[in-house]
């Protein structure tokens, strides 16, 4: 089974303040994603990654930036965190352009 | 802009019926297609995925791909409350490693 892991299921931050996100995944897979989801706003590509040290934008890169340094891991930064990046962050891993899998989700409150 | 678009719902059904959930897109180019459930406050996971025009079954679950009408659906026979969830449509890209996300339809079964 993959498994997609991330650091926290819930985080509190000050407006200001730098957040690392951290994402591992298991399966030896090349590509990477960091979503974010919002109340009636769907999943939104923030950043990808398809090779380590690679990285692609997504949909809504501002504010944000990424770092895969080893291929099983991929970072997202919130450089001075902000109240409208409070939201719940999906990182994925898939293989290829195949089938997406889910870390459980971290649930970011910027205070 | 590439597109793929879902009804929000709620839709109701009682338990025991066929639910049926649909998904167009814009994009003619998508090859891969693919259907995840994903319940209140988790991470979404895979359901079903296909390629082929047609039908493709799966337990309670079966997908069903009209490429010249670019709609796809799936229908969930037998509904059991536990698979009350919203359900999201994704589908590839043409051009990269990407999948377009449906803004997802939250489906309730009614006992």
């Known amino acids: 089974d993959v498994k997609v892991t991330q650091s926290s299921r819930y985080l509190v931050k000050r407006t200001g303040e730098k957040v690392f996100l951290e994402c591992v995944q298991d399966m030896d897979h090349e590509n990477m994603f960091w979503y974010r989801q919002d109340p009636g706003l769907g999943l939104r590509l923030i950043y990808f990654s398809y090779d380590v040290k690679m990285k692609e934008k997504g949909d809504i890169p501002e504010g944000y930036s990424v770092s895969r340094e080893k291929k099983e891991r991929f970072s997202l930064i919130l450089e001075s965190a902000s109240t409208n990046q409070t939201s719940m962050y999906l990182c994925a891993s898939s293989y290829s352009t195949d089938t997406q899998y889910f870390g459980p989700g971290t649930r970011l409150t910027v205070l | 802009q590439k597109e793929v678009e879902q009804n929000s719902g709620p839709l109701s059904v009682p338990e025991g019926a066929i639910a049926s959930l649909n998904c167009t897109y814009s994009?003619?180019?998508?090859?891969?297609f693919f259907w995840y459930r994903q319940y209140s406050g988790k991470s979404p996971e895979l359901i079903m995925f296909?390629?082929s025009n047609g039908d493709k079954e799966d337990g309670r679950f079966t997908a069903q791909l009209n490429k010249a009408s670019q709609y796809v659906s799936l229908l969930i026979r037998d509904s059991q409350p536990s698979d009350s969830a919203t359900y999201l449509c994704?589908?590839?890209?043409?051009?990269?490693?990407?999948?377009?996300w449906g803004a997802g339809t939250k489906l309730i079964i009614k006992p």
């Open positions: 296909i390629y």
């Open positions: 994704a589908v590839t890209s043409d051009s990269n490693y990407q999948l377009i």
């Open positions: 994009d003619r180019g998508s090859q891969s």
